[in-house]
């Protein structure tokens, strides 16, 4: 990576609060998310469920319902704000510019439309290029993310094709048109252990090939380690951590990060107590006021009660959290 | 210690929708199981590991083989002797809403299998369910309230206390930390191990985790369309494991190591896993095998014991797949 570009973010996430209307009032499902994305970067968002990470996938890609949401903040995407786009320029950025793939793919993919359907459907509406080309590059396509006899798969539906080949179907969509960033939402959690390992493989390989940046949201801290440079821990709907991959395993800077750490078995002796959090996870509607996380924290301290802001480790990593410089926390490697 | 569950030979079969063809879901499978162990079962979506785990409790019924129970077979005893056997043998599930009546309150829920024994009366019923709960960490307040109110980990907190009111001998665990955050998941492992030690059960843990069943249990066998590849203590398997599928599946793990912590090389499986109704000839596996020879295919690899307490169904297992793993 070049010095011009690692100083140009392809994505610039600044200040994102997601807020949701329910029936008890407007909820905030995200506050103040800061972080960006270089170009051919992989970034791993980490958390549990509902710390936030998916919904902020999709409001990079404004899939969030327009009724029930309000989105505040920018979502710059190569120095363009996406949130003030109208709807039309909008549907240029996705699927060209931005694509996305999901956890379960059959549910992302037409079951009424061929696979070759569905990918000539992104070029034919991008590139504008005639049918019969768009099935040549539909095959062209599925041969590149390992799809054998991609040329009889073309004309499958979904349905005849297994969990992995259905997934391995979904990139071929998402990637078609050379996007410059690919949100990865769990893809690989539906799956076997060793197809996993197949589709993780295909991610990394094609990213690095092509040069699309990927931003992969997972709960699943190896399949991180395994794809990303750099992570972002989240948690009840802040970034609490923001650092390079390596960096946060072998000494996390936030209590939350080293605790999700430490409560994985395989990292732990055999048959001994697992480390765990204490606590759940605060909801939307009833947050702690102060650092989010301080009612579970094991270092809560006077200071934590006021509310904590993502503060510099380093050059290239920031921990939301005021203690930070003063512990040293259990990462991976105790 | 003394053997509480024996499975000789326990076939499982199904006919398709169609009626014309058999799903083999569990293909000829045989081990004991001991008093107060943890036996994992790890595998693959489709690997028969819940179909075992049913059989285990009488919710299926072996197409061929054995299961004894105790040194008893439990379908040749009558309709009371048989319900009072099963008693002793309990599952718990992936999915802890599914498990739960939604219209009940928590405490009935818990009550209800000492309702069906009709054991004492209601208020002495009401007093175990309210002890086995707090027992499993949920005060008494949680008693009262609706399955919607409780988080997915407390949901399976009284999936396990409901179980625990009949005090079984042994617990198929299938998947039960799968639908969990992994900070939940870990306390409610310790649960598991904590409730072990302390009423003596054993478990029969199923599971798609490897990082999970290689720190609960104390054997793993490790199943592949339907049948048992390796059977072997947990160390034994993480460290040195016999066949090339256990090999392959500890390979493709994604681990949360730091880069120079972690070996890049991967034994990576082509493919996927073929249908139990029409399996390969021979080796079941040999259409993945990165060792497959011609004899992999004419002849089904024996179940034999190649050292003590190691079982493993492979015709090179002990050359072909120690040269294979460069250390």
Not at chain 1, 74 to 89: K, N, T, W
Not at chain 1, 206 to 226: M, N, P, W, Y
Not at chain 2, 226 to 232: D, I, Q, T
Request: positive net charge; charged residues 25%.
């Amino acid at each position: 990576m070049t010095a011009a570009n690692a100083a140009t973010p392809l994505l610039d996430v600044r200040g994102l609060g997601i807020h949701f209307r329910t029936e008890a009032g407007e909820v905030q499902a995200t506050r103040d998310v800061t972080f960006a994305v270089r170009p051919g970067e992989r970034v791993g968002i980490v958390g549990e469920s509902g710390c936030g990470k998916t919904v902020t996938g999709l409001s990079i890609l404004g899939l969030l319902p327009r009724r029930s949401s309000r989105v505040a903040g920018q979502i710059l995407f190569e120095g363009r704000d996406l949130l003030a786009l109208s709807a039309r320029e909008m549907r240029k950025v996705r699927g060209r510019q931005i694509s996305m793939i999901f956890q379960e793919p059959m549910s992302a993919l037409d079951p009424v439309f061929t696979i070759g359907h569905q990918i000539g459907e992104t070029l034919r509406a991008h590139r504008g290029i005639a049918k019969k080309e768009a099935r040549e590059r539909a095959i062209e396509a599925l041969a590149q993310v390992g799809i054998p006899l991609p040329a009889r798969r073309v004309d499958e539906y979904p349905h005849q094709l297994s969990g992995g080949m259905r997934q391995r179907a979904m990139i071929a969509i998402a990637l078609v048109c050379e996007p410059k960033l690919l949100i990865a939402d769990e893809p690989t959690t539906a799956l076997d252990v060793t197809i996993q390992a197949q589709i993780i493989d295909l991610l990394f390989d094609l990213s690095s090939r092509t040069g699309t940046a990927l931003l992969f949201i997972t709960h699943d801290l190896g399949v991180i380690a395994e794809t990303c440079t750099r992570m972002l821990t989240m948690y009840a709907g802040e970034v609490v951590e923001d650092a390079p991959v390596d960096a946060a395993l072998e000494r996390p800077r936030h209590p939350y990060t080293s605790g999700l750490l430490r409560s994985i078995p395989r990292l732990s002796k055999r048959k001994t107590t697992l480390p765990s959090i204490p606590g759940r996870v605060p909801s939307l509607a009833d947050m702690p006021a102060g650092c989010r996380f301080r009612p579970r924290c094991a270092h809560g301290a006077p200071e934590c009660t006021a509310t904590q802001t993502l503060v510099d480790v380093s050059d290239d990593r920031r921990a939301r959290c005021i203690r930070q410089a003063s512990l040293t926390l259990p990462g991976a490697v105790a | 210690m003394s053997t509480l569950v024996e499975v000789t030979d326990l076939r499982i079969h199904f006919p398709t929708s169609g009626g014309s063809e058999t799903v083999k879901a569990v293909d000829g499978v045989s081990f004991t199981m001991r008093r107060g162990e943890t036996f994992g079962v790890i595998g693959e979506s489709g690997s028969g590991k819940s179909t075992l785990g049913r059989a285990v409790v009488c919710l299926l019924k072996p197409t061929a083989g054995t299961l004894k129970l105790e040194d008893t077979d439990p379908y040749t005893l009558g309709g009371a002797a048989f319900r009072r056997k099963r008693r002793d043998f309990q599952i718990v599930f992936q999915d802890p809403n599914a498990a739960l009546n939604p219209r009940m309150r928590i405490r009935e829920s818990v009550r209800e299998p000492l309702d069906i024994l009709g054991e004492g009366t209601r208020a002495e019923r009401n007093a175990r369910a309210v002890a086995v709960l707090e027992r499993v960490g949920l005060s008494r307040e949680f008693g009262e309230r609706y399955p919607h109110e409780l988080s997915g980990g407390q949901k399976q907190r009284v999936n396990i206390a409901r179980i625990l009111t009949l005090r079984p001998k042994l617990v198929v665990c299938d998947e039960v930390v799968a639908a969990l955050d992994v900070s939940i998941q870990a306390d409610i492992l310790n649960l598991f191990a904590d409730l072990q030690r302390e009423f003596g059960l054993t478990y029969l843990f199923i599971t798609h985790d490897l990082g999970v069943v290689s720190h609960i249990s104390d054997r793993i066998a490790v199943m592949y369309l339907g049948k048992f590849v390796e059977l072997a203590d947990a160390d034994a398997i993480a460290e040195r494991p016999l066949h090339p599928y256990t090999e392959a599946l500890l390979s493709a793990e994604p681990v949360p190591l730091p880069s120079h912590l972690r070996t890049d090389e991967r034994v990576m499986l082509e493919g996927e896993i073929p249908s139990p109704i029409s399996p390969p000839s021979g080796c079941r596996f040999r259409t993945r095998c990165r060792f497959a020879q011609d004899i992999c295919s004419a002849q089904e690899p024996a179940w034999r014991e190649l050292e003590p307490g190691r079982f493993v169904a492979c015709h090179f297992a002990g050359d072909v797949t120690q040269k294979g793993r460069t250390k």
